[in-house]
């Protein structure tokens, strides 16, 4: 491609591997992300430019997009702090989305963009019939959902067509402090993605011109197709934390997790390379490691 891929949020956890990833393939990077972002590990190094604005800056956004090769949209405010203010993750989220496809209409006509949505814009699917397929009707139950289904119907104005990612919970594997409350019931199907999985499959996006124009569901496969109590149950033995000190939420108000069709994405982006068993492995290696410290 010609020109740099251009990753806003590119400071981010998922952005920063992102960034790693095209570099080891010979991509220039273009990183936009707020001024007061930790941009260390990426600031200096080979085939990264650091581009600092807010994505609420038309001005800057298109200063960031002009002659990139392709553009990954990242950038979002997320939950819980996403439903503390409905303005200003409409403004962060569906405005600062807006400002991406103008930019990019205006000053990199070529590029393909790849848009970061979530599978959370479902809604409650408990009713529904597994697995969730992309034509399933949007229901958003939050602020940040609601934003999201905004969002994408911006993308579709792009002056190329744009690949939709939405994209299941992410697992990070390190050990995380468990929510006071599970967003989902204890019966409640549950399919989360492995962190570096969701990696592959933007970096795939960014390659695979079959993929382009298509929205798809990002998630971790057979392996990951849980319930909320089996996966909260495998995490609290690892730490040798009782289940019954888990708290779900009420099955009247189920949460918006399923387990989704990703059959398309997998054969398009090849991306599934961590089973929810490699998973656990290596959490609880990373409990040994602690435990022996």
């Given at each position: ?36 972002c930790d941009f260390s590990g990426l600031e ?151 962190r570096d999985d969701v990696v592959t499959a ?92």
């Amino acid at each position: 491609m010609n020109g740099p891929v251009v990753v806003t949020g590119g400071a981010g956890s998922v952005g920063r591997l992102l960034v790693q990833r095209c570099l080891a393939h010979g991509h220039r990077v273009r990183v936009f992300d707020l001024p007061g972002c930790d941009f260390s590990g990426l600031e200096g190094q080979a085939g990264v430019e650091i581009c600092r604005g807010d994505i609420t800056d038309a001005a800057a956004v298109r200063q960031a997009v002009r002659g990139a090769g392709a553009v990954v949209h990242l950038a979002a405010l997320l939950p819980p702090a996403s439903e503390r203010d409905r303005a200003r993750t409409f403004a962060i989220n569906v405005q600062g989305t807006a400002h991406v496809v103008e930019a990019m209409a205006a000053a990199a006509r070529d590029a393909v963009l790849v848009f970061s949505s979530s599978v959370s814009t479902y809604g409650d699917t408990t009713a529904a019939t597994p697995p969730i397929r992309v034509t399933h009707p949007q229901a958003a139950l939050d602020v940040y959902a609601e934003s999201k289904i905004a969002a994408e119907r911006l993308v579709r104005q792009a002056p190329r067509p744009a690949l939709i990612l939405r994209i299941a919970g992410i697992a990070v594997p390190a050990l995380q402090e468990p929510p006071e409350e599970w967003p989902f019931t204890a019966e409640q199907r549950l399919e989360m993605v492995h962190r570096d999985d969701v990696v592959t499959a933007l970096y795939h996006a960014l390659v695979t011109p079959q993929a382009w124009g298509l929205t798809l569901n990002i998630a971790g496969g057979p392996s990951w197709q849980l319930t909320g109590r089996q996966y909260v149950a495998d995490l609290y033995a690892l730490l040798g934390v009782p289940l019954e000190l888990a708290r779900f939420r009420d099955p009247s108000r189920p949460g918006w997790v399923d387990w989704y069709d990703t059959e398309a994405s997998q054969r398009l982006l090849r991306y599934q390379d961590h089973p929810y068993p490699a998973y656990l492995e290596a959490l609880r290696a990373e409990v040994a490691r602690l435990l022996a410290e």
